[in-house]
């Protein structure tokens, strides 16, 4: 098993649907805002819609700030 780490700007293009098809688990950042839960709501509906990928996502929180 090899990994691999690409750093895709937060929309959909050529490349990252070539990621999407080509990697096994995805490392999905968020930071705790609403536009970051949409896009991840977005990947979560990409994915179900493709059957064919068997792509794990794997959401974090990153940026967090526990004062607020």
Same mark, same amino acid.
């Given at each position: 098993m090899?990994?691999?780490s690409l750093d895709c700007p937060p929309s959909f293009s050529l490349v990252s649907?070539? /990621?999407f098809n080509?990697?096994?688990v995805m490392l999905?950042?968020?930071i705790p805002t609403t536009l970051s839960l949409r896009?991840?709501?977005q990947i979560l509906d990409? /994915?179900?819609d493709h059957?064919?990928?068997s792509l794990k996502l794997m959401p974090f929180?990153?940026?967090v700030d526990r004062r607020k």
């Amino acid at each position: 098993m090899t990994s691999c780490s690409l750093d895709c700007p937060p929309s959909f293009s050529l490349v990252s649907e070539n /990621v999407f098809n080509s990697a096994d688990v995805m490392l999905v950042p968020l930071i705790p805002t609403t536009l970051s839960l949409r896009t991840y709501q977005q990947i979560l509906d990409y /994915v179900a819609d493709h059957k064919k990928l068997s792509l794990k996502l794997m959401p974090f929180f990153s940026m967090v700030d526990r004062r607020k």
